[in-house]
């Protein structure tokens, strides 16, 4: 398996017809580490990051990211992958791209940016908080038994560690998180942090944990990334259980800078997979 950096995987190149390559490689499978990368595909914070970041780059938006609304169709293989972006509308405080991925006929991915200058208006921001300690939280890798290929670019500072499989009595979790190259946090490693970790649906269930899919990833920031929100990268995300039953899952996330400002929330709808039964 070829290994990617979080910033090879993040560079796209022109295909000559208008679009953008994205490099797609295992090492940000989904699969549990155990398994080979090949049984999974690319994770959705990877993908909602390239779809930002494909629209900025085809259309030369210069404004903040406002919003990503990504839908996935079917899962990307492990190849390169075209992103080609349409400006919906466009003036200068806010433009609206659609952005649509896959490889060959298989569309893999579709969504909607919305980048927005800042303006004049109201003054009622989100309540800031004050995190958890950071050095009090130790690092928490994941069992590779579930713990998938993309967490290898990822280091957890879980509060009270990992509880999973009904060691959780509350709808949420928090935790640290930032990838593993140090960099200060910006826009696409947000998106790509705001899906960095496990449904917390598994923390509140028993073993062994349903497996889901996502089907849509929505992003809201609240406006552009402050230098100094995480220096170092870490950044605090609180994740809620909303709902799940029916074969249907929905959780939320926050996300803080290191001082406890807000920066971005984020709602995941996921498909619980058909279980099959065992052999014999």
Known sequence: MTHQ???????????????LLAPMTGSFSNAPTMMPAERGSPFGGLMAALAAKAARETLGVTTPVRTIAT???IGAKFEPMTITSELLRGGRSASYASVRAGQGDRLAMSGLV???AAGEGPELRAASITPPPLLEQPLTPMDPQFGPHFIRHVEHRFVGGIQLFGRNETDRMGVWMRTVD???????RLAFLLDATFPVYWTMLPAPPAI???????YDFFGSIPEDAAPDGWTYFEFVSRDSHGGWTVEDATAWAQDGRPLAVGRQLRKVL???PPKG
């Open 212 to 218: 889901s899919a996502t089907a849509d990833l929505r």
């Open 5 to 19: 950096t979080l910033d090879e995987a993040l560079t796209l190149t022109a295909d000559g017809e208008g679009g």
């Open 114 to 116: 919305t980048f927005g």
């Open 71 to 73: 839908q996935f169709h």
């Open 274 to 276: 058909a279980q099959r």
């Open 182 to 188: 140090g960099k200060p946090l910006d826009e696409a």
